[in-house]
């Protein structure tokens, strides 16, 4: 029988469409961070400013998670990660820290689905946990080295696993650079411009692991005459994990790092994919292009501000081609 909607019927099943994708719950995420490995990464810093990207869309509900400091009491320290679709990760943290059980309860959860986020400092935990690393991909310090995986870089187009002996991760001083993105359609990278300047952040590369069920969807050159190594290094990955995915950003050292708009829409994106596979967000009117960057000032340092470890704030210059 064949079926015929008035004007107001076809109205009232459009608002209540329209009332469905607005009643939509929002995505439970959990921010993690805790001790960090020497001065240089300030997770009481970058962490709010990080739940502010999160918040702001609209489409997370976060909760900050703070994990006990080095010689605290780990044994109370049972986070609850089936209560959230993804853990964004500002938590950079030795091996011995947490138990075996511990791991074993997170290996599960993105086994079975959850979702995770790898910024910056994280790329350098726990380096002797195979599940982690191959969560990860690549990362780079704490005793890093040819045994936990090839370095990974883009070499004529393509990625390269080059098993060379030597140490993970290194960087040059504070410089802006260009994001190439190598895959135009993941999701989270869909729509952007093909290349865009990044604000001075480290750089970093000679990154290792076993990058299993890993898709580099950017990379940035890393320039010789900044102690670099004249290779394309990734810098925006993603990776599956029996059936959780990954979303890994190397870029937001500090406070002046993360006021990039390229690092917020890519970690706003990247986040919401990691938690449901898609992105439905629109990418702002402001993101950078390939000869200008882009900052907002709601993230900007605040005055008298000094980068972790008492170092000189980084200088901007113009990045490499």
Request: hydrophobic letters at 35%; glycine letters at 10%.
């Amino acid at each position: 029988m064949k079926k015929v909607f008035g004007t107001g019927t076809l109205l009232t099943a459009i608002l209540a469409g329209a009332l469905t994708l607005a009643a939509a719950p929002p995505i439970p995420v959990m921010l993690l961070d805790g001790e960090q490995g020497g001065p240089y990464h300030a997770w009481q810093e970058t962490t709010p400013y990080l739940k502010k990207m999160l918040d702001e869309t609209k489409v997370f509900n976060v909760d900050v998670v703070t994990a006990p400091p080095a010689g605290g009491d780990f044994t109370r320290f049972k986070p609850e990660f089936s209560k959230y679709k993804v853990i964004v990760s500002n938590y950079d943290v030795p091996d011995e820290r947490w138990s075996a059980e511990l791991k074993e309860s997170f290996e599960q959860y993105i086994k079975n689905g959850g979702g995770l986020v790898a910024v910056h400092a994280a790329d350098n935990a726990f380096p002797k946990w195979v599940a982690y690393n191959e969560m990860i991909g690549i990362g780079g310090w704490r005793g890093r080295d040819e045994k936990s995986g090839p370095l990974w870089y883009f070499k004529d187009g393509q990625l390269v696993s080059d098993p060379s002996p030597g140490r993970a991760g290194s960087h040059g001083a504070r410089l802006g650079y260009k994001i190439v993105n190598q895959n135009t359609t993941h999701p989270i990278t869909k729509g952007l411009p093909k290349e865009w300047l990044h604000v001075p952040d480290e750089l970093y590369a000679t990154l290792r692991g076993p990058g299993k069920n890993m898709t580099v969807l950017s990379t940035a050159f890393s320039i010789r005459s900044n102690r670099g190594t004249d290779r394309d290094e990734p810098i925006l990955m993603v990776l599956a994990y029996g059936k959780g995915r990954i979303f890994h950003t190397v870029m937001g050292h500090d406070l002046a790092a993360l006021n990039c708009v390229g690092f917020i829409a890519t970690f706003q994106r990247g986040t919401e994919w990691a938690a449901t596979g898609k992105v439905k967000q629109k990418l702002p009117a402001d993101f950078p292009t390939a000869d200008k960057v882009s900052t907002r000032p709601g993230y900007a340092p605040p005055a008298g501000w000094t980068s972790p470890g008492g170092r000189p704030a980084p200088r901007a210059a113009k990045p490499a081609a």
